[in-house]
């Protein structure tokens, strides 16, 4: 069965850094998305990305964030300078084939750790 | 702002029991519903998507939608202890827009 593939599986990084956060989604979808995951809390929707540009973002996806599908395969995000407050699981998802209401696939996720 | 909302448990039940997950949302316009279960540092994992008022049934689980009253449920019949998890229910508020997550209930299925 195809899958979403996310690297790398964790990433420890010192604040302040960039960091970038790379995504395969499934071949034949068409919207792709990022969700983040603070410990212990709920799956956050942060951008969602259709016909080579966002078609909806978040609150929390501020000027710091970033995406790009940079060739046919690879989805990544972006976040320019971190801050502890960033660390969380990072989710890529994609979904689309018939539509964008269908459901959505999530690949096993980034563990971001800012220091 | 779309909001979706979970009891968040612990629900315990005992192995072979029913379980009963519950999910409302706040906006009425929405089209599509999800559960998906999460294991503990995993990512969710879908379960069932369900479009239309009443039941639908896939194994063991049965997702019910009642859109007058804004609320999904999920019923796992035969629970076993592998069917521990958080169960996050998620609300697609319209066609090309982005699905919100419930906080997820957390199921204990007792041996």
């Known amino acids: 069965e195809p899958e979403v593939t996310q690297t790398p599986s964790h990433q420890v990084t010192q604040m302040g850094q960039e960091v970038i956060l790379r995504c395969v989604p499934i071949?034949?979808?068409?919207?792709f998305y990022w969700y983040r995951q603070i410990l212990g809390q709920k799956v956050e929707f942060l951008v969602s990305f259709y016909n080579n540009e966002i078609s909806e973002k978040s609150e929390i996806f501020d000027d710091q964030f970033s995406v790009e599908r940079p060739d046919g395969s690879n989805f990544t995000l972006k976040i320019r300078s971190t801050k502890l407050e960033d660390s969380a699981m990072y989710f890529c998802?994609?979904?689309?084939?018939?539509?964008?209401?269908?459901?959505?696939?999530f690949g096993d996720g980034t563990r971001l750790s800012i220091l | 702002q779309k909001e979706v909302e979970q009891n968040s448990g612990p629900l315990s039940v005992p192995e072979g029991a029913i379980a009963s997950l519950n999910c409302t949302y706040s906006?009425?316009?929405?089209?599509?519903f999800f559960w998906y279960r999460q294991y503990s540092g995993k990512s969710p994992e879908l379960i069932m998507s369900i479009y239309s008022n009443g039941d639908k049934e896939d194994g063991r689980f049965t997702a019910q939608l009642n859109k007058a009253s804004q609320y999904v449920s999920l019923l796992i019949r035969d629970s076993q202890p592998s069917d521990s998890a958080t169960y996050l229910c998620?609300?697609?508020?319209?066609?090309?827009?982005?699905?919100?997550f419930g906080p997820g209930t957390r199921l204990s299925v007792l041996p």
């Open positions: 071949s034949n979808h068409l919207y």
């Open positions: 998802a994609s979904n689309g084939d018939k539509g964008s209401n269908q459901p959505q696939h």
């Open positions: 998620a609300v697609n508020a319209g066609y090309g827009q982005n699905f919100v």
């Open positions: 906006d009425r316009v929405s089209q599509s």
